[in-house]
């Protein structure tokens, strides 16, 4: 369903078996070759989700090939079929046109988030990104309250949306730069089929635009 322009929640639009095959990757990514941690805020504090990236690394505010602020070692490579699954998604959500025709979506770099019963994500927006092309969410685990908001401030007007394991969620057009957090998770609402014992798995394809 559309939630707004440009941002279109498909529920349960991974398979039980898609949902498992993603969370071995994310198991082995989490492994290394920079592992699953806290993310270092400049104020002095942590993130309360884990994270772990693929193609390029995030850190709070911007993106390199090595994670100079984990362990210093380079990012694992982004995969093909991780490219594929992203143009799926987006011809899922957005129907075969992919939303923008005349170009292909080339996600390069994936951040998996995970969170426990008690991890929360604030209101903010991404922009350490040098492009305007989607970002696809898919979700796997508990349930979670997805907020999603304005482009001008982290407060009022914004819609609650509840996540479950199996969705896409794709944030295109006018949607890319709004604020969006994560208030709630639900703990113990997973399927056991998806393959996560507890907590929740969010992860999110994007193009950064750069290149190196
Ligand atoms: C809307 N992750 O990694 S996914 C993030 O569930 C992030 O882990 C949340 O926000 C999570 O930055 C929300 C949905 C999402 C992700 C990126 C967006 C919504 C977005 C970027 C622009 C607009
Ligand atoms: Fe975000």
């Not at 984990?70 to 093909?80: D, E, Q, S």
């Not at 995970?114 to 979700?139: C, I, N, T, W």
Request: aromatic share 10%; proline share 8%.
């Amino acid at each position: 369903s559309v939630i707004a322009p440009g941002a279109v929640h498909v529920p349960g639009w991974l398979s039980p078996e898609r949902q498992r095959e993603l969370v071995a990757a994310c198991r082995a990514w989490a492994r290394g070759p920079v592992p699953l941690r806290h993310t270092a805020l400049p104020g002095g504090g942590v993130m309360s989700v884990r994270t772990v990236c693929v193609g390029w690394h995030w850190q709070p505010y911007r993106y390199s090939r090595t994670a100079d602020d984990v362990n210093g070692a380079r990012v694992a490579g982004f995969p093909g079929w991780l490219v594929e699954l992203g143009r799926t998604a987006l011809a899922a959500a957005y129907g075969q046109g992919g939303g923008e025709p005349g170009r292909g979506y080339t996600p390069d770099t994936a951040l998996i988030n995970f969170y426990d019963g008690a991890a929360r994500m604030g209101m903010h927006q991404d922009k350490e990104e040098r492009s305007d092309a989607p970002v696809v969410s898919l979700s796997v685990g508990d349930s979670c309250v997805f907020r999603f908001g304005n482009t001008r401030t982290r407060g009022r007007p914004y819609t609650d949306v509840e996540l479950a394991s199996g969705d896409l969620f794709v944030f295109g057009g006018p949607s890319r730069f709004a604020y969006h957090g994560v208030p709630k998770v639900y703990p113990g609402t997973a399927d056991p089929a998806a393959g996560l014992s507890g907590g929740r798995l969010n992860i999110t394809l994007r193009e950064t635009g750069l290149t190196g």
